[in-house]
Every structure is written in structure tokens, then in C-alpha cells.
């Protein structure tokens, strides 16, 4: 396990703004479909494969999504870069690593079914969507789950199906998930997402305020195992998980 991965999923901050700015756009090659995918590809070999992340089909899917779809337009030149962009609604599309880590650790099959709460741009929704057979992704902020809706429709996702809400207490009317992937940090685990977990299935959540860890939990039987994998930052998790504190 590499060291100490920070997953900034925070607004912009203005130093963030003014080095997209001046990253010398003006040097690089004009975008393009086949200046994209290399770009791709070789953000899948350098950052992603070079640090650990071996499932194929989570390889394979990264290879395949566009991640510049999902980032606005002025961002594109910096879709392939291993760091958090802005997306707006002070949110940001995490670093293409630890969504590829979050992936892999949700261990996909083709048969299977995921839980995403926290949709965001929708890119981890579509990365997943090419790992199982279907997912079901829970946005709180209304402007950020119809864009991402939008985009994925118009991407083809059609095992993908989006709700506007508060996702503490997960999608209980379509329980139970193979896999549940978290991309907001509450403080405690919610006990919705554990009675939601399939028998084997995998709990994948940054938990903590301020000191954060990605944990995986995992049902065995009548409990659950809990393994810390490496610390992270993750944007605390609003709506119902800030009134339980």
C-alpha cells in the first residue's frame, strides 16, 4: 500500500484557481480526442497502475472513461492530472487515484450491484457502471445530481440510475448492494449503509472530521469486519450525518 493518500474533494481554493491558470496551456499540445485519450492512457499507467491498482476491469475502465467530460470546460487541459479539479456547487471531481483505489477496493463483477452516495460529477457513478451490472448513485445538491444525470444518460449509462436526496440512509428500497462507495466523510459509519451491505459485500467510506481514514467494511454473517486502508480528506458528509453529531 503506497504511503498517505490526501483525497481533496474541497471547493477550489483561489492558489488552485490561479495554478490552472498559469500551467502554461499555451504549451501544451491542442486538445483533442486523440490528444485525450493519450493523455488517458497515460494517466491509467503512471498514476493509477504504477501505484498499486491491479483489478482489470477497473483498469480497463479508466482507460475508457473520458474524465475531461466530467470537469468544466476551462478545466479540460488539466483533465489528467492526479489532482481534485473544481466542478462547481464548491464541490470537486476527486484525483483520478483514489477514485481508482475506492473502485478497486469496492471489489466490482459484472453481476453485481452498487450503492454510490455522493454523486458529484458523476464520473466514479461511470466508472462503476462499467464494473457492475447496475448502480444507483444519491446526490444531496439538486444542480449537481441532474448535471450528472444528464451527462450519464447522454454517456449511454443506462444501468445507471441517479436520486436527488440525502444518502445517509442509503437506497433501503433497493437493499440489499453488493457494494457501497461513499465519496463524502461522516463522522461515524451510518448503521442504514451497513443493514444495506449483501452478505460479502463491501463498504468502502472515508470516516473521520478532520483526521479522516478510507475504511472498508465488510458483512460477514451476522457482523461486519472493518479494515483502515490510508489516510484521506474528504468533505464531511451534510444533511443527516452533521444532526447525528
Not at 95 to 114: D, F, N, S, W
Request: net charge negative.
Amino acid at each position: 500500500m503506497p504511503g498517505p493518500v490526501f483525497a481533496f474533494v474541497l471547493a477550489a481554493t483561489a492558489g488552485l484557481a490561479l495554478a490552472c491558470a498559469s500551467s502554461g496551456a499555451g504549451d501544451r499540445p491542442a486538445a483533442g480526442p486523440a490528444h485525450d485519450d493519450a493523455l488517458r492512457l497515460a494517466m491509467v499507467e503512471t498514476q493509477i497502475a504504477a501505484r498499486g491498482v491491479r483489478d482489470p476491469a477497473v483498469l480497463a475502465a479508466l482507460r475508457k472513461v473520458e474524465r475531461h467530460r466530467f470537469v468544466p470546460a476551462e478545466m479540460r487541459a488539466a483533465s489528467y492530472e492526479d489532482r481534485p479539479l473544481p466542478i462547481g456547487s464548491g464541490q470537486t471531481i476527486s484525483q483520478p487515484y483514489i477514485v481508482a483505489l475506492m473502485t478497486e477496493l469496492a471489489r466490482p463483477g459484472p453481476g453485481k450491484r452498487a450503492l454510490e452516495v455522493g454523486t458529484g460529477s458523476g464520473y466514479q457513478a461511470a466508472l462503476l457502471a462499467e464494473c457492475f451490472r447496475e448502480v444507483l448513485t444519491i446526490e444531496i445538491l439538486p444542480d449537481l445530481g441532474r448535471r450528472a444525470e444528464t451527462l450519464l444518460s447522454e454517456l449511454g449509462y443506462d444501468n445507471v440510475r441517479v436520486r436527488i436526496g440525502d444518502g445517509y440512509d442509503g437506497w433501503p428500497e433497493e437493499a440489499p448492494f453488493d457494494a457501497i462507495v461513499v465519496t463524502a466523510a461522516p463522522e461515524t459509519i451510518p448503521r442504514p449503509l451497513l443493514e444495506q451491505l449483501a452478505p460479502g459485500g463491501r463498504l468502502v467510506i472515508p470516516v473521520g472530521v478532520g483526521s479522516q481514514d478510507l475504511v472498508v467494511v465488510t458483512r460477514e454473517g451476522e457482523g461486519f469486519r472493518r479494515e483502515i486502508v490510508t489516510p484521506v480528506r474528504f468533505v464531511p458528509m451534510t444533511g443527516k450525518a452533521q444532526r447525528e453529531r
